[in-house]
């Protein structure tokens, strides 16, 4: 009963490849290898190397025809004789979905994705219902449409393709003239999930290989996950027919957070991170980019770690300039003592280097909420060192007028004001000497 089934089968794949260009070589493997079923799944046992490497060069179209023939998958083995067919073939299957909690747990869905969101989340549970698909998200950037696509591929088990991607595999396999191999790895894939689309915009060959791509999924009724920043009709070089493709299914914008999402997101993204005060002033003027609100927690909470009060946190997170605190001065005083900046941050103590240690020490040390733990920090060195520096440079700005005139320069260019409450006392300025 078996060898008949099997022989219908052959004869089945041999008229549908008819016009296929290697159709005499697929004729000749299917005539002298064995076919054998095992659960609804296909096996073929392809009898020597050639014939292997026959197989497996167009696994993908063999594979595509036979899931067209309504079965469930398709295996290929190697076998020295076709009369030796291993029995209980292992049948691969795929992993299991992870945990919905464990996949969505940093992602912080609002009132703007909150659509986006549960389409993919539906592919966890039911990534096979044909009418979920092709799922297609567009939206501006930052807000989370690459983390949801990247989601999807987890859940479905593949992998995220990238419109570069998707068009250096083509690139690649016309060079070598080899098209072939290209339409056999993506038919092979389970699942067509590709991102930034709005990239094929001028590339007439991929967009034609895409569409062929995307139209053989959709016909196998297979997951399809495609993310753009517009709407495909406002893309005036995909063609009616991609259009019509791309927009058979879902359709979802996403939008970005309002005013009042941004500080609920920002107090979460913070709270996650184990810190349990946020001060209200951090909720000042915030971006709509998702992304964005993840920068502002990550520069805050990096600020406080290193022992900065929590005003000047706020400043430095809020702040455009996502630098270093400090990197600005270095480089300009690195600049004004002809030193460079490696041999300032290294061990060095030639007389350059030691004079632009001792100004920068003074420097930072009087920034706005500047200590000698974040200057230790910011010039690669001891605590003990930079008191030493500090002691050094208060001296020195006593005793050098030189030495002092480029220090005020440099202070007064980054609003830093000299006040050393513990000089010696001096008439005219009430006990802090001020230099300017």
């Known amino acids: 009963m078996e060898i008949s089934k099997s022989k219908k089968l052959k004869e089945k794949i041999i008229q549908k490849i008819k016009l296929e260009p290697n159709f005499f070589l697929l004729t000749s493997l299917l005539r002298t290898s064995k076919i054998t079923f095992q659960e609804n799944t296909v096996i073929l046992a392809a009898s020597g190397r050639y014939n292997f490497k026959v ?11 036979i899931i067209n023939l309504n079965y469930k998958d398709f295996k290929l083995i190697e076998s020295i004789s076709s009369k030796k067919i291993p029995k209980n073939v ?8 992870r945990a919905k909690k464990e996949i969505f747990n940093d992602f912080h869905p609002y009132r703007g994705v909150e659509n986006a969101f549960r389409a993919i989340a539906s592919t966890t549970t039911n990534k096979l219902e044909n009418q979920l698909f092709p799922i297609f998200l567009y939206g501006p950037p930052g807000i989370g449409k690459t983390h949801l696509l990247n989601i999807a591929a987890k859940n479905l088990d593949d992998r995220v393709f990238t419109s570069d991607e998707f068009t250096q595999k083509l690139v690649d ?8 191999s290209f339409k056999s790895y993506f038919f092979s894939q389970s699942s067509l999930l590709v991102d930034d689309i709005q990239k094929f915009i001028g590339r007439k060959r991929t967009l034609q290989e895409f569409f062929n791509v995307f139209d053989s999924f959709l016909t196998r009724s297979r997951p ?34 309002l005013e009042k999402e941004r500080e609920i997101l920002l107090s979460k993204i913070i709270k996650e991170k184990n810190s349990d005060t946020i001060p209200t002033n951090l909720f000042q003027k915030l971006p709509a980019d998702v992304r964005a609100l993840k920068g502002i927690a990550t520069r805050f909470l990096w600020s406080k770690s290193i022992g900065n009060p929590e005003d000047y946190s706020v400043s430095f997170a809020l702040s455009t300039d996502t630098s270093l605190p400090g990197s ?7 600049n004004v003592f002809n030193v460079s900046k490696s041999s ?33 920090r910011v010039l690669n060195v001891k605590k003990s060192a930079i008191t030493y520096s500090l002691k050094k440079g208060k001296e020195k700005l006593k005793k050098d007028s030189f030495f002092k005139s480029q220090v005020k320069s440099i202070a007064i260019n980054h609003g830093i004001s000299l006040d050393f409450s513990n000089q010696d006392v001096n008439p005219e300025n009430n006990g802090n000497l001020t230099l300017f």
């Open 173 to 180: 396999s016309v060079e070598k003239k080899d098209l072939n």
């Open 328 to 334: 600005s001065l270095l480089d300009e005083i690195c």
């Open 55 to 65: 197989a497996e060069k167009n696994f993908g179209l063999l594979k595509k025809i």
């Open 344 to 376: 300032l941050l290294s061990g060095s103590r030639s007389r350059e280097v030691v004079l632009a240690r001792q100004a920068a020490s003074v420097l930072l040390c009087n920034r706005p909420n500047g200590c000698k733990a974040s200057s230790s």
């Open 224 to 257: 399809i996950v495609i993310v753009a920043d517009r709407h495909p009709r406002t893309i005036r070089e995909f063609s009616p027919r991609l259009i019509s493709r791309l927009t058979a299914g879902l359709v979802i914008k996403m939008s970005p957070p």
């Open 90 to 97: 292992p049948i691969i299957t795929k992993k299991k979905p």
